[in-house]
């Protein structure tokens, strides 16, 4: 079973499984449900999509609503992190609580051996241990989004264009016949469509106004509202010039939800973080067992964000957590979001990160 969200990518995993002699069929997943959802969600038209490249292939097309779930565990926890004053990324959620539990457990119970899907990653063969490897198309690679479903989840998956570059993934799709061969990639978070991020985070989440100010505490002004902000922002802070400060552009440096104050800077360089924890931990490589045992360290590489190359750092376990000291500080390492952790090609896992900060801070 294909899970089939009417782009590009897995129409053409879809025709190379049947290529390759499997039997397929295709899922497509409604996950979200909004009384005005027609204005920005573009779910019709992608099963229209979805439904025409199926029928090109000969292969049925099921669909399943999966949107109550999705609320429940995906987006409630979405609400409760812009709460807490965290950055959450609901892309990682999506794939760990619906595409590879609910989807999964859908297509064993219609009774098929294995799932795909279109997501840019590679694993080992079949029969041998699971490993989760990047995309030859580095410039695509989804691994960082995969990296918090379990190896156990992950094993019964095949990813069909791993191999593939995205120029070649458009080209086969227009060599047969799919008219999604030029479809815009999808992109941001899926529920919220085109509109205002801020303008749909105020429907759900109620910002209380607060004092901003500068790294020593000076008072600059007023926020809207913990939630719409996150760390490293420039753009919609509502400083202008203030007498006695430089002509630049100042950054969100800090959430303080105890005193519901953000904290601001024009140097950059507040922003960087040397360290950061991560809990939540789930380890897909073999390599890793039952993970590495308290006190230990493991040098690899990571990454804390999607479009971002691997950092060199050295981590450190300590029960449920890990602490994880780079080599170069990175820039607004954010809670809430994930960190992946890599040796070479392999994804080893990753963790969500509730803590960031400098060596001498």
């Known amino acids: 079973m294909v899970g089939m969200s009417g782009g590009v990518d897995s129409a053409v995993a879809a025709h190379i499984l049947k290529e390759q002699g499997y039997d397929v069929a295709g899922l ?19 099963f229209g999509d979805a439904a025409a490249v199926c029928d090109k292939l000969g292969i049925d097309l ?27 990324n609901p892309d990682v959620l999506c794939n760990r609580e619906i595409k590879f539990k609910l989807f999964a457990d859908y297509a064993t119970e219609l009774g098929f051996d294995t799932l795909a899907t279109g997501h840019y990653a590679r694993r080992s063969d079949m029969g041998e241990p699971f ?86 505490g000076t008072r600059l002004g007023e926020h809207r509202g913990l939630p719409f902000y996150t760390l490293g922002q420039r753009q919609g802070i509502g400083l202008g010039g203030i007498k006695g400060r430089a002509e630049r552009a100042w950054y969100v440096a800090g959430k303080d939800p ?19 924890v991560a809990t939540q931990l789930n380890w897909i490589s073999p390599s890793m067992g039952e993970g590495v045992p308290d006190g230990q360290g493991l040098r690899c590489s990571a990454k804390v964000r999607y479009r971002q190359p691997e950092q ?50």
């Open 28 to 46: 497509f997943m409604k996950n979200w449900e909004e009384d005005d959802a027609a204005e920005y969600c573009t779910a019709l038209a992608d």
């Open 62 to 88: 099921l669909t399943s609503d999966f949107s109550t779930e999705y609320w429940d565990n995906v987006f409630e926890y979405f609400l409760a992190d812009y709460r807490a004053g965290s950055t959450p």
């Open 131 to 216: 490993r989760l490897l990047k995309a030859c198309d580095t410039n695509k690679d989804q691994t960082y989004f995969l990296q918090a479903v379990p190896a156990s989840r992950l094993e019964r998956c095949l990813f069909p264009i791993g191999d593939l570059p995205k120029p070649k993934v458009r080209e086969q799709a227009r060599a047969l016949g799919f008219e999604v061969h030029d479809k815009k990639d999808s992109t941001g978070i899926c529920f919220i469509g085109e509109r205002r991020f801020d303008d749909f985070l105020a429907r759900y989440v109620r910002g209380v106004p607060g004092p901003i100010q500068d790294i020593d």
């Open 258 to 276: 105890s005193t519901n104050t953000l904290t601001v800077t024009q140097d950059e360089r507040d922003l960087d973080s040397s360290w950061l």
């Open 312 to 361: 060199p750092c050295e981590l450190a376990f300590d029960g449920d957590h890990v602490r994880v000291v780079f080599d170069i500080p990175q820039r607004a390492v954010t809670p809430g979001q994930f960190a992946a952790f890599y040796d070479g090609d392999e994804c080893l896992g990753g963790g969500r990160i509730v803590a960031a900060g400098s060596c001498d801070g």
